[in-house]
């Protein structure tokens, strides 16, 4: 009696119409053109602009041409930018500067944000709500906005300065805000850490319990299961989280312009904005964001392979 039931449900499941057939043709197409029109305009168009105008030519009035023509263009101002961010060129020094803070405000994202993130995802409980509620509140300020906070709290005169030599760990006002590397990699973090947690947050969160569970009951100790379970089952969300977090620090420029204004600190956006804003050298910051873009492609495109491998790990 139950397969007679059964066969009937499969036959009534295998004649049921086309859910697409319930829609005029080319329907999804329709649907899906603005999108496709907005990401053609404001993505596809700026990002050929900059190609032409790398692969461009500086007039005889010294201003920049852009070559849109693809078999026109001249590949000298690029191939120049490349070999000054070699050791000893112009830009080796803001390349350095680019890999390191990145770098090194990416290890802060890692130590601060991963455990916030666990924590919140597996151990919140009913506190789970508000504590996301409160990692989302950063973006309904403006990121200049919250920048221009820190130099209230790192002023010569600022709350942090007076907080130090109130109980004596200082003698006198120190000066945060004058060029130093340090300052640079924690504003960084502090500005791209939710980012970082709350895509890593998601991911962590689809982590199942009973795996853990099984792990205790193996006899693991919570260092272990840490490190067996959760941490090996982590490795695809911290990419993704990484990621996010990465792709917007590396063309960064405000924060150092903000929080130091040296020169020595400066890394690859601000020397973009620099060769942007005019002159003859628009063609070199051109051919820099170009070289920027293709390294965050690589990137991504690194993150997609380990996502789509991870995924089909799972379904196997």
């Given at each position: 009696?139950?397969?007679?039931?059964?066969?009937?449900?499969?036959?009534?499941?295998?004649?049921?119409?086309?859910a697409?057939?319930?829609?005029?043709?080319?329907?999804?197409?329709?649907?899906?053109?603005?999108?496709?029109?907005?990401?053609?305009?404001w993505?596809?168009?700026?990002?050929?602009?900059?190609?032409?105008?790398?692969?461009?030519?500086?007039?005889?009035?010294?201003?920049?041409?852009?070559?849109?023509?693809?078999?026109?263009?001249?590949?000298?101002?690029?191939s120049?930018?490349?070999?000054?961010?070699?050791?000893?060129?112009?830009?080796?020094?803001?390349?350095?500067?680019?890999?390191?803070?990145?770098?090194?405000?990416?290890?802060?994202?890692?130590?601060?944000?991963?455990?916030?993130a666990?924590?919140?995802?597996?151990?919140?409980?009913?506190?789970?709500?508000?504590?996301?509620?409160?990692?989302?509140?950063?973006?309904?300020?403006?990121?200049?906005?919250?920048?221009?906070?820190?130099?209230?709290?790192?002023?010569?005169?600022?709350?942090?300065?007076?907080?130090?030599?109130?109980?004596?760990?200082?003698?006198?006002?120190?000066g945060?805000?004058?060029?130093?590397?340090?300052?640079?990699?924690?504003?960084?973090?502090?500005g791209?850490?939710?980012?970082?947690i709350?895509?890593?947050?998601?991911?962590?969160?689809?982590?199942?319990?009973?795996?853990?569970?099984?792990?205790?009951?193996?006899?693991?100790?919570?260092v272990?299961?840490?490190?067996?379970?959760?941490?090996?089952?982590?490795?695809?969300?911290?990419?993704?989280?990484?990621?996010?977090?990465?792709?917007?620090?590396?063309?960064?420029?405000?924060?150092?312009?903000?929080?130091?204004?040296?020169?020595?600190?400066?890394?690859?956006?601000?020397?973009?904005?620099?060769?942007?804003?005019?002159?003859?050298?628009q063609?070199?910051?051109?051919?820099?964001?170009?070289?920027?873009?293709?390294?965050?492609?690589?990137?991504l495109?690194?993150?997609?392979?380990?996502?789509?491998?991870?995924?089909?790990?799972?379904?196997?």
């Open positions: 009696m139950a397969k007679r039931l059964a066969g009937r449900k499969i036959l009534r499941l295998s004649s049921a119409p086309d697409d057939a319930a829609y005029p043709r080319g329907f999804w197409h329709a649907l899906g053109a603005p999108g496709v029109a907005w990401f053609a305009l993505v596809l168009v700026p990002a050929y602009t900059i190609v032409a105008v790398s692969m461009g030519y500086v007039s005889d009035s010294m201003l920049p041409v852009p070559e849109w023509d693809p078999r026109y263009w001249n590949l000298e101002t690029l120049a930018v490349v070999r000054e961010m070699a050791p000893g060129g112009i830009f080796a020094k803001v390349l350095m500067n680019t890999v390191t803070y990145v770098l090194g405000a990416l290890v802060l994202c890692v130590l601060i944000g991963y455990p916030v666990y924590y919140i995802a597996k151990q919140a409980g009913r506190w789970k709500v508000l504590l996301i509620v409160l990692l989302t509140i950063p973006f309904w300020t403006s990121y200049l906005m919250r920048m221009l906070a820190w130099i209230g709290l790192l002023s010569t005169d600022g709350y942090t300065n007076r907080l130090l030599m109130s109980i004596g760990i200082l003698d006198e006002p120190y945060w805000l004058e060029g130093h590397s340090f300052v640079v990699v924690i504003s960084l973090a502090y791209y850490l939710p980012y970082f709350l895509p890593l947050l998601a991911s962590l969160d689809r982590i199942d319990d009973r795996l853990i569970d099984a792990g205790k009951d193996l006899g693991l100790s919570s272990q299961t840490f490190i067996r379970v959760i941490l090996p089952l982590s490795k695809a969300p911290l990419i993704a989280a990484s990621t996010v977090a990465i792709l917007p620090m590396c063309g960064d420029f405000y924060t150092t312009n903000l929080m130091s204004g040296s020169p020595a600190t400066a890394m690859i956006g601000n020397q973009i904005q620099v060769l942007a804003q005019g002159g003859p050298q063609n070199v910051g051109a051919s820099l964001a170009l070289l920027l873009q293709l390294a965050l492609i690589l990137l495109s690194y993150y997609l392979y380990s996502s789509s491998k991870a995924t089909k790990a799972v379904a196997a």
